[in-house]
């Protein structure tokens, strides 16, 4: 049976797997279907976040039906326990930084590769000043 991080891995390189075709793609047609080709991807990175997101929701009513029928108290919707979301965040915007790099990079060289980790940046830290500095428990 395989583990749960055997899986991510497994997906991982299918992932590389996908931009490498693509980027191969890219060099034997030409620039004329790189839009086609970087839509293809997306969709496929898009489809990926998705399933994961779906999996965690699941898995959050799971628990949250557990603890009701246990006789506690359900979570409200905004109420967040543990670094889920930030945890989320900062790891989803490392695995879109890879293959986004990739594309910005062959695109516009460094100047994209800038313009690229400059917006993966400025998405993580508009959250965190939106969301204000965590604290700890006995601040």
Known sequence: MMSGSDR????????????????????E?????????????????????????DKRVRRQLAEQQMVVA?????????EVRGPGTEFILASMSLVLAI?????????????????????????NACYVLRRGIPRGEGD
Do not use: M
Not at 29 to 53: C, H, I, M, N, S
Not at 99 to 123: F, K
């Open 8 to 27: 991510d891995h497994e997906r991982d390189a299918e992932l590389r797997a996908d931009l490498d075709a693509a980027l191969q793609t890219r060099k």
């Open 70 to 78: 246990r006789g506690g108290r359900a979570r409200a919707p905004g």
């Open 29 to 53: 047609l030409g620039p004329a279907y790189e839009a086609e080709l970087v839509d293809g991807f997306l969709e496929k990175v898009e489809r990926r976040v998705d399933t994961a997101v």
């Open 99 to 123: 293959p986004l790099s990739a594309i910005a990079a062959n695109l516009a060289d460094l100047e994209g590769l800038l313009a690229c980790w400059a917006g993966i940046v400025a998405v």
